[in-house]
């Protein structure tokens, strides 16, 4: 079936202006995740969606990130008045929402970079 | 906070084997995963443990002990496809919020 797909793949854009990333995960994963990579680092968590429950919101870095998850499945992170230092890949990742051995399967991720 | 260290490069052999190594400090351990990601792709599974011991998966296996906080993955007869970053990710409770390391880029050499 089909994996975790993302869009755009790349996105280039001036400091100031807001960019919405799209996350379109597994058919039946309950679980969503949004992480951010910068070149040569690891993965730094940004928001967790699980069913309906609240969102784990912790790792947004500031308050011009935010996410949102319609109908439990497609999701939309948007990063406004963006700044150079936001320029990374973001990736998204989907699982089954089962606790303990949840396994996460990746998107191919958003490459954003701000000029 | 929650600590996950992991060499940051390593450099091995066609056909030998290797060690990547996985040090952590976390609040609680529901479970240790490790990841593949080759150059410009998303990160792919590899491996899960949560008991002590090791997991073995073809040419990939991995060990965990929870006394020490301590995994590694080994790869034995290195392929040159192998060389991609190894992270390694915890999860220290319940709530399926992963920790991840910095990531050991390897690079395997003819």
Same mark, same amino acid.
């Given at each position: 079936?089909?994996? #975790?797909?993302?869009?755009?793949?790349?996105?280039?854009?001036?400091?100031?202006?807001?960019?919405?990333?799209?996350?379109?995960?597994?058919?039946?994963?309950?679980?969503?995740?949004?992480?951010?990579?910068?070149?040569?680092?690891?993965?730094?968590?940004?928001?967790?969606?699980?069913?309906?429950?609240?969102?784990?919101?912790?790792?947004?870095?500031?308050?011009?990130?935010?996410?949102?998850? $319609?109908?439990?499945?497609?999701? $939309?992170?948007?990063?406004?008045?963006?700044?150079?230092?936001?320029?990374? #890949?973001?990736?998204?990742?989907?699982?089954?929402?089962?606790?303990?051995?949840?396994?996460?399967?990746?998107?191919?991720? $958003?490459?954003?970079? #701000?000029? | 906070?929650?600590?996950?260290?992991?060499?940051?490069?390593?450099?091995?052999?066609?056909?030998?084997?290797?060690?990547?190594?996985?040090?952590?400090?976390?609040?609680?351990?529901?479970?240790?995963?490790?990841?593949?990601?080759?150059?410009?792709?998303?990160?792919?599974?590899?491996? &899960?443990? +949560?008991?002590?011991?090791?997991?073995? !998966?073809? %040419?990939?296996?991995?060990? /965990?002990? %929870?006394?020490?906080? &301590?995994?590694? /993955?080994?790869? !034995?007869? /290195?392929?040159?496809?192998?060389?991609?970053?190894?992270?390694?990710? +915890?999860?220290?409770?319940?709530?399926?919020?992963? &920790?991840?390391?910095?990531?050991? !880029?390897?690079? +395997? !050499?003819?």
């Amino acid at each position: 079936g089909a994996g #975790v797909s993302q869009s755009p793949s790349n996105k280039v854009t001036e400091k100031g202006k807001d960019v919405e990333l799209r996350c379109d995960p597994i058919s039946g994963h309950t679980a969503l995740y949004w992480y951010r990579q910068s070149l040569g680092q690891g993965l730094e968590f940004l928001i967790y969606f699980q069913g309906n429950s609240a969102p784990d919101k912790s790792g947004l870095p500031s308050d011009r990130f935010s996410a949102e998850r $319609t109908g439990g499945s497609v999701s $939309t992170l948007t990063i406004q008045r963006t700044q150079q230092e936001d320029s990374a #890949v973001y990736l998204c990742a989907s699982s089954l929402g089962k606790p303990n051995t949840d396994t996460q399967y990746f998107g191919p991720g $958003t490459r954003l970079t #701000v000029l | 906070g929650q600590n996950i260290d992991q060499p940051t490069e390593m450099t091995a052999t066609e056909g030998a084997i290797v060690q990547i190594n996985c040090t952590y400090q976390t609040s609680g351990f529901n479970g240790l995963f490790w990841y593949q990601q080759h150059a410009g792709e998303a990160p792919t599974f590899l491996s &899960y443990n +949560v008991l002590d011991g090791l997991e073995e !998966k073809g %040419r990939f296996s991995s060990f /965990l002990s %929870r006394s020490k906080g &301590y995994s590694y /993955l080994l790869l !034995k007869e /290195l392929q040159m496809k192998d060389s991609a970053s190894y992270l390694c990710a +915890v999860n220290p409770n319940n709530f399926n919020k992963f &920790y991840f390391g910095s990531g050991t !880029k390897l690079n +395997v !050499k003819p």
